[in-house]
Structure formats: structure tokens, C-alpha cells
């Protein structure tokens, strides 16, 4: 991770710009301390590096060789560390490949509720989500398991029909179905890209996180869409950002495919995406309606369900 220059870069961009002298800084989650080490080199009166996992001890070496003397390393779940001090910032790295993964509203919210002075920063604090129909180069199209049909003599063709899914059916976004692709493997977006979350962990309340997601997109070109691909924006302030789209520079966050049916589609069509968020931290308790309107005929129609909250990122289309 030390190695991916992009996510470095704008960590200590951000931090140059946001950490000054004085501050009293907690980096939740510190790993091999680099972001607290970034953050000492602003002269701050304390950084708090707090790390549950053995690594801290690395983070320890590392500060010492470093000549840096004004970190106090934390061994501790960050729900259970505290100070008498109100906090200037909080720093963190807590992005999954599927943004929320890694627990981040949950522990941000805590530390931030529990300690951040009134204007204190959380750096980053801005995200967006995306979830993109995708189509993949033809050398990675990776046939679907129905889509075998002779494996030696063995098909798996049957298994397709019993399986078909039928227009606005849920899926269950089961392991199977979510696949990281190397940046190599996308050969285009199939619509204009376009956040359908965006949360500012700064004010965000855990009660207001969305349990349903509805937006609908139109797509730009003919393609064939081999499935919806996930990925996020990190704004560090209007100016400072990185996304993990597989068409921007790569990162050490590799983007997600939620694989569907390959299915031919044609500019103006529409798609209708409706998530059920049950848990927003393990998109594995994600389901999702999809329908496409060819000529985009769902311009006018009502959502497929009443009583939705629509995404205002994902509204319009
Ligand atoms: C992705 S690494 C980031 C490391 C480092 N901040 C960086 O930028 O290189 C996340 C680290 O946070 C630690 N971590 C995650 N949740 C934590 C929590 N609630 N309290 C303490 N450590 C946590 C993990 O053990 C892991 O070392």
C-alpha cells in the first residue's frame, strides 16, 4: 500500500494541508504508521496512533528510525481508546474495495461523536459511491457456469434455464457473483458515470445510512453489458480527490464486478436499479432488482416500487 502513489500522494497532500501546529491528531487504524508519521511532520502537539492488529509494532520501529518522537502508539480497538483532550483531526484509511467494508461509518462515527472537537477534520470525510454497467474486454468474459456446454462431452447448458432470471427478480449479490478485475479487463462504461451515494463522514448520522438505493441511468452507447461495476471517489476537500475506477490511474483498491447475465443493450436504453441495502458494510446482504427499458419507454413510468427513496446522484437519468 506504501506503494500505491496515488493513495500516498493524497494522503500527504490532504495532510499538509489540513494538519497544523498544535493539533491534536488520531489516526484509527495507523498499519505501518505513515499516515501519522505525514501528520508529525506538521509539528502537531500529539498524534495518537491507534492500531488493534500486531502491525503497530512496525509502526513503532518505523516512527523511532524516523527520528519522530511526537507519536503515542495505542495497542486498541478504536472504540475503546479515549483521551482528555478534544481532537483537532482524525485521520483515517478505512476504505474496503467495496468503500464501506471495513467497518468505516461505524468506527468513524464513534471516534467523531465521542471525541472531535466542535469544526474538527476527519480526513477524508467525503466519498461517493458508483455503481457503473460495465463492459468487459472479450478475452475476459468469463463465461458464466450455465454458459458451458461442453466440457469434455459435459454441459452445464440446463442449469441456465432453471436459473434464468425474469425481469425485476432479486439477486442476492453472493460471493459468486462479485469478482475484483484488474483495470485490463474493463473495456468501457456503458453509461455516463455518476455517483448514486454520496456520504460526508463529518455529519453523516449511522440511523440516516440508506437501507434502499433506486436510481435509473441511461446508457450512452450500444454495448453488451456483462454487469455492474463498484467504485468510489475520495474527496479530501474540493480540490484534492482519487477515485478506483478502472479507468483511472491505478490504486491499491482494485474495482469490484457484480457480474449479470451478458446482455445486449442500445443507447437510450434505460436501467432501473433498485438495491436493498440490508447492511451497508457487507454487500453480500445486498439485493438488487434490475430492469432495462429498451428506448428508454421508463422515462415517464413510476419507480417498480412504491414508497422508494430515489438516490439524488442517481435522479434524472
Ligand atoms: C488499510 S490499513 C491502513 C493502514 C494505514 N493507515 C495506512 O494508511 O497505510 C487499516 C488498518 O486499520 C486497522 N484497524 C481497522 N479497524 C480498526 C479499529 N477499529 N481500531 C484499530 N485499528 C483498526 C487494521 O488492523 C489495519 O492495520
Known sequence: MIADRVRIDSYHEAIQRCVKPGDIVVDLGTGTGILSMFAAQRKPAQVYAIEHGMIIETA?????????????????HSKNFATNEKVDVILHE???????????????CDLRDRLLRPGG??????FDLFIEPLSLKDEYRIPLLHQHD???GISY???GSSRKRIDGDSIKIEK??????KRCEADRFLCIPEGIYSIDLATVNRADVPKRIVYRKTFASDGLMDGLCMYFRVRFDDTLAFDTSPFSANT??????IRLETQAVRAGDVIECDWDVLDIADIGTWTLRYRIFPGGTAAQAPFSSSAVSVSSAGRGH
Open 121 to 126: 477534520k476527519i480526513l477524508p470525510s467525503c
Open 176 to 181: 459468486s457473483l462479485q469478482r475484483l478485475i
Open 60 to 76: 513503532k520501529e518505523m516512527a523511532r528510525l524516523n527520528g519522530t518522537d511526537c507519536i503515542n502508539f495505542v495497542k486498541s
Open 94 to 108: 478505512q476504505m474496503g474495495e467495496k468503500l464501506f467494508d471495513e467497518n468505516m461509518i461505524d468506527n468513524i
Open 252 to 257: 491499491s483498491w482494485n474495482p469490484v464486478l
Open 157 to 159: 447448458a440446463r442449469l
Open 150 to 152: 461442453d466440457v469434455h
